[in-house]
């Protein structure tokens, strides 16, 4: 296909079209007449050969293909935007960019603090944006990570991408602080007898600790699925529950949480914690510094010891 002949343009109002599902909304957000709108759909119509939006009752749906496109509009969107908004060097003090990150409820706690502390040190104007990842940004990180800066995630999930080790975690048991049956330790037949609360659970969506216990033979009888660290331990306390969790969180949880930390009783693995990126972004200048600044934020929020034997530099997508 020649871009030369298309008009770009219409990735625009494609944008608004798909986004408001209607010609009258999309068009007064983008500040045209109706009728100009309209003249825009009817030429995407053309170029695509399907409607797009088709009237069902008194609204607007999105066809299969729009549905496909949606995505992909956004994320050719923003590359457009970082191609016109890329300079040759970047000043953190002048910038007003918003810099986006996929964590789950755990990093944010561990981390989040100390990089929005350095950002508003640093980089005053920017704004960061810290969106919860789901098992379906996580399967998709190539084409989701076109469109947002870092995702923060342990290895074991993603491979292929730049990414940066951060720090060490361990993984423990978290019953009841109150529990009796436990009173001398776990051990692997308490693990299967007992019912657990699990996070990310399903085919693709598990932590690594919980893999790990799988592959082992060890099969844990889940009662409750929960897509949120912070949220077990309402669900362990004063009950016979059992959950995995980052010993890092346990040990920042309030006194009185009602729950209390056991060591796993098999080997679980180190817990990584790292930052993925594409690796298109891997010499850009706005994407270094913030790089930067959560491998900053890392090294102030965990204790030295506790990176002993990761390399920080940045590291580009193994090979397949």
Not at 46 to 60: A, K, Q, S, W
Not at 178 to 192: H, R, S, Y
Not at 260 to 273: C, H, I, K
């Amino acid at each position: 296909m020649n871009l030369a002949s298309l008009d770009l343009n219409l990735l625009v109002s494609l944008d608004a079209l798909l986004e408001q599902r209607s010609v009258t909304r999309a068009a007064a957000r983008m500040g045209l007449s109706q009728p100009a709108l309209s003249a825009s759909l009817a030429r995407l119509r053309r170029h695509f050969g399907d409607e797009l939006l088709t009237r069902v009752g008194n609204e607007y749906r999105l066809t299969p293909l729009a549905v496909q496109l949606r995505e992909l509009v956004r994320v050719a969107l923003t590359g457009v935007e970082r191609v016109f908004t890329a300079q040759p060097g970047f000043d953190p003090a002048s910038s007003t960019r918003e810099f986006s990150l996929l964590v789950s409820d755990y990093v944010v706690v561990v981390l989040g603090d100390t990089i929005a502390e350095l950002l508003a040190e640093e980089a005053p104007h920017t704004r960061l944006r810290l969106t919860p990842h789901s098992p379906a940004m996580v399967d998709t990180a190539h084409q989701v990570l076109l469109s947002t800066d870092l995702l923060l995630l342990p290895h074991g999930f993603v491979g292929d991408l730049s990414h940066r080790d951060l720090y060490r975690d361990e993984w423990v048991c978290v019953v009841a602080a109150d529990n009796p049956v436990v009173d001398d330790g776990l051990t692997v037949e308490d693990l299967e007898r007992l019912p657990w609360v699990a996070t990310y659970h399903g085919q693709t969506a598990s932590t690594p600790a919980a893999r790990q216990m799988r592959q082992l033979g060890i099969e844990p009888r889940v009662q409750v699925v929960n897509e949120s660290f912070l949220t077990v331990p309402v669900l362990v306390a004063g009950s016979d529950r059992i959950a995995l969790l980052q010993r890092r969180l346990v040990d920042l949880l309030p006194l009185g949480s009602g729950i209390r930390a056991l060591p796993t009783p098999f080997e679980a693995g180190p817990l990584v914690e790292a930052m993925w990126w594409h690796p298109v972004y891997d010499d850009d200048p706005e994407h270094r510094y913030l790089r930067d600044v959560v491998s900053r934020a890392a090294e102030m929020a965990v204790s030295p010891g506790a990176r002993e034997g990761i390399d920080l530099g940045d590291t580009a997508p193994r090979e397949k």
